[in-house]
């Protein structure tokens, strides 16, 4: 059963950082790659960045550019989300993911595994 459990959410003042985690377990990840994405209130869940567990290639959406930084730690199964300069148009509910398999990894149907989501809450 493999499962993703993401922590690491809260409320930061804009300008602050956040670091967020994904637990991974229950299978091995070595083909894969981990995903990021957000959904904000009223709005589509939408991609944020991805790391390959080999390789450690990294994929970044133009809004966090800069900003965030993915990384993983292949012996604890942890991936994580580094947010600095966090603006309140980052305001969502963060959501880890593992695939396989395919190309195109800024895409949500691409994705296997689904964690429950961390709410990150950025003030003004």
């Known amino acids: 059963q493999v499962q993703l459990v993401e922590s690491g959410g809260g409320l930061v003042q804009a300008g602050g950082s956040l670091r967020l985690s994904c637990a991974a377990s229950g299978r091995t990840f070595s083909g894969y790659y981990m995903g990021w994405f957000r959904q904000a209130p009223g709005k589509e869940r939408e991609f944020v960045a991805s790391?390959?567990?080999?390789?450690?290639?990294?994929r970044y959406a133009d809004s966090v550019k800069g900003r965030f930084t993915i990384s993983r730690d292949n012996a604890k199964k942890l991936v994580y989300l580094q947010m600095n300069s966090l603006k309140p148009e980052d305001t969502a509910v963060y959501y880890c993911?593992?695939?396989?398999?395919?190309?195109?990894?800024?895409?949500?149907?691409?994705?296997?595994?689904w964690g429950q989501g961390t709410q990150v809450t950025v003030s003004s």
């Open positions: 993911a593992a695939g396989s398999g395919r190309t195109l990894i800024s895409v949500q149907r691409n994705y296997d595994y």
């Open positions: 790391v390959t567990w080999i390789g450690g290639s990294t």
